[in-house]
């Protein structure tokens, strides 16, 4: 198993290398650049640059270099100082840009993985075990429900409902009044009273499908002869139904850490973009828009540390909730 830790950990030098190269030049292969960018911004406010100012700035930001030479420029900083170099678009360090909204994305994205598992698990465990109930069909409705409606327009929805049925501020995470202002007991209030909605929205795509696949892997196992076993032994259905069939039928969501991880980090973005959410997912939406490379570049860098730790995580929380996955 150790030496399974190291070779992956390894491998995961190279593989970050590369994905950071590739993904350095797939943001600069659209036409222009982030000066290009920024001037036609510029001219549709009415500003007047000439082409010398143009070539200024581009010389200013160090754009005309080789791309092998502004790569090397970006990755050595990161390697050698940990800087991941300055925002051209915000005029501010990309470290204090990701890092400010990283505690808030977290905090969303946790929360909803807990409370996708929370309900995918025992209902998609309850739907197996009662299967063609009642409940089994209301709950494989609401799967197909909560797989077919877009989180945009379920935002959309629950935003009207805050507003026009219960009357509460809607988009964003804190009241005008306390965006900007310390952590209090009235500000950590305020988020809670905002933070449901986009819980909501993240957990109903994300534990609709669970279900489905959580009900499916246990329809699988439950007829296995080591359930029957199980059974003939005098168990309980709650100790053969817990005690074996679900760990087995767990596997997949275990596999699923590998882009969870990632995930947690960048948020939904179309739903962040609707609800107007101060995470990473929108800032990383804004950087490829506006060819921020040195921003857009650290995100996805950031990404593929995310992925590769999560697939290692993943195969180690394998190998240790399944007996018959073992690596040597």
Known sequence: MLNFVVRRMLWAIPTLVAV?????????????DYVTAMVAE???????????????????????????????????????????????HWK??????????????????????????????????????????????????????????????????????????????VGGLFSPQFEGRPWSLAKVWNLMTHIWIPLVVLATGGAAGLIRVMRAN???????????????????????????????ALNPFISTVGWALPALFSGDIVTAVVLNLPTTGPLLLQAL???DMYLAGSFILILSVFTVVGTLLSDLLLAWSDPRIRYS
Do not use: C
């Not at 950071?20 to 222009?32: E, K, T, V």
């Not at 199980?230 to 679900?246: C, D, I, K, M, T």
């Open 20 to 32: 950071s190269f590739i993904s350095f030049i797939i943001i600069q292969l659209p036409p222009g």
């Open 42 to 88: 510029m001219r549709n406010q009415g500003e007047y640059v000439t082409a010398a100012q143009e070539a200024i700035m581009r010389e200013e930001f160090g754009l005309n270099d080789p791309m092998l030479v502004q790569y090397w420029r970006w990755i050595s900083k990161i390697i050698l100082h940990g800087d991941f170099g300055h925002s051209f």
């Open 92 to 169: 501010a360090p990309v470290s204090d840009l990701i890092w400010g909204r990283l505690g808030l994305t977290l905090t969303l994205s946790m929360l909803s993985l807990v409370f996708t598992w929370i309900i995918a698990i025992p209902v998609g465990v309850y739907s197996a075990t009662r299967q063609y109930s009642m409940f089994d069909y209301l709950f494989t409705v609401f799967g197909f429900l909560g797989k077919g409606i877009p989180d945009f327009l379920l935002a959309l929805v629950l935003m009207w409902i805050g507003f026009a049925w219960m009357h509460i501020d």
């Open 218 to 248: 246990m329809l699988d196992e439950l007829g296995k002869p080591y359930v029957e076993t199980a059974y003939a032994q005098g168990l309980s259905e709650r100790q053969v139904v817990w005690g074996y069939p679900v760990r087995v």
């Open 289 to 291: 828009k506006m060819q």
